[in-house]
């Protein structure tokens, strides 16, 4: 039997090629994150966590329109990218918190209407995820907002659902910071967010912190668009309310047949996540005219991953639906899904995701010929003693110690 697309993606796509395309398009935009470094550069950050924010400016480049589809980003097959194909980075340089803040004074000083676009990306994500991601974001939605991608410590694996999130909680002060600065910043003059699946969570609390520690929310922040959002309904009423009445314009994306929101609400205690509701059904239908909440239902929409968790970023309608509402006045994951993800996202359920040795059994035979499963679980195989690796010999089962499989800064083995 011969398989096709066993090779997965290649790493280290962030290291900066020389070569250019005329006819491709940039997308330049400034990165904060709470990761920690990355042993490989053209990695730059991992999905730990790093005591302390970091900083850096990251231009991409976009190939040209005819060669690829509106929504998508077409990742590099190989090494080096050819920027008349694939996406490439054209420059990854850390900065300090100085060089960042220089960098977006300069930018928004070039900007047409003296706007931010922050982008914080959801569940799932690696790095290079999340860069290219809201490259595309951006380039396909037309927006002249100034872009400023949050990247969180996300391990980039459906079997880290609980690392993930305690990471959106460790983020939060870093994020409200930023909303801080940028609401102090007297040449930015209107702040837009717009938030992905876990991501909710974290923007939404990090503007709920903001409320409450200085009285209200700052008017220059116009839009707050919540895609996908993995954020208990419950939780979300009292969010708003501790925002106060003065709050942003709201924009809902909404899909019930989000199969990765169906796998967090039995995470969850079988409570709807709010990405997930049917906006026309009591009690939400009156709770979202009431805070004035705008709800684009995304369910007909035949785009997006195998999740169908990132349709907001790949339905060309919607990524120009969210340009032009920047533009008017101011889904997206983009990680690797093998075919042992989705096995284990449709039969293994909530003790899979939630981390135990259940959802690694059940991947475990497809890890050996799928390259991106063997890649998502290459950090948990150490509760069933089973190597995933990247070799020819990667269905070969091999005990692999602790330090091998999770690595000295993992915070250990989850026995």
Request: net charge neutral; aromatic share 6%.
């Amino acid at each position: 039997m011969q398989l096709s697309g066993c090779a997965g993606r290649p790493r280290g796509v962030l290291t900066p090629v020389a070569e250019t395309e005329p006819s491709a398009s940039k997308v330049e935009m400034v990165v904060t994150t709470t990761r920690s470094q990355a042993g490989n550069p053209g990695e730059m950050f991992s999905g730990e966590r790093a005591l302390a924010p970091a900083f850096a400016e990251i231009t991409v480049s976009i190939p040209p329109a005819n060669v690829r589809k509106v929504g998508e980003v077409a990742w590099p097959k190989k090494l080096p990218p050819n920027p008349a194909t694939d996406f490439a980075v054209l420059k990854a340089a850390e900065v300090d918190r100085k060089g960042a803040e220089d960098w977006l004074k300069k930018s928004v000083a070039k900007s047409p209407d003296r706007s931010v676009l922050v982008f914080i990306h959801g569940f799932n994500n690696r790095f290079e995820d999340s860069v290219y991601r809201f490259a595309q974001i951006v380039n396909d939605s037309g927006a002249h907002s100034v872009p400023v991608l949050v990247t969180w410590p996300s391990r980039g694996s459906l079997l880290a659902y609980g690392y993930d999130r305690e990471s959106t909680n460790y983020t939060r002060n870093a994020l409200e910071n930023l909303f801080q600065y940028l609401a102090k910043d007297p040449d930015i003059k209107e702040v837009s967010v717009l938030a992905h699946s876990m991501g909710n969570w974290l923007a939404l609390e990090s503007l709920r912190q903001m409320a409450i520690r200085n009285g209200r929310l700052p008017p220059k922040f116009k839009n707050v668009m919540l895609a996908a959002p993995d954020v208990d309904v419950d939780v979300f009423r009292s969010q708003i309310a501790d925002m106060g009445e003065q709050h942003p314009q709201f924009t809902l994306f909404v899909s019930r047949d989000d199969r990765a929101l169906a796998v967090s609400k039995r995470v969850w205690g079988n409570v709807s996540r709010l990405g997930s509701i049917d906006p026309t059904q009591e009690p939400y239908k009156t709770e979202l005219a009431d805070n004035k909440i705008t709800v684009i239902d995304l369910t007909e929409i035949k785009a997006g991953d195998d999740l169908r968790h990132s349709k907001f970023a790949e339905s060309p309608q919607i990524v120009q639906l969210i340009g032009t509402r920047l533009s008017d006045g101011q889904t997206l994951t983009d990680s690797r899904v093998g075919l042992g993800d989705r096995i284990v996202a449709a039969t293994a359920g909530a003790a899979s995701v939630a981390g135990t040795a259940a959802g690694l059994a059940v991947a475990a035979p497809v890890a050996m010929i799928d390259q991106d499963t063997r890649d998502n679980y290459g950090r948990h195989v150490d509760s069933l003693g089973v190597a995933v690796s990247d070799g020819p010999a990667a269905g070969v089962p091999a005990k692999k110690t602790c330090d091998e499989t999770q690595g000295t800064r993992g915070g250990g083995c989850n026995r």
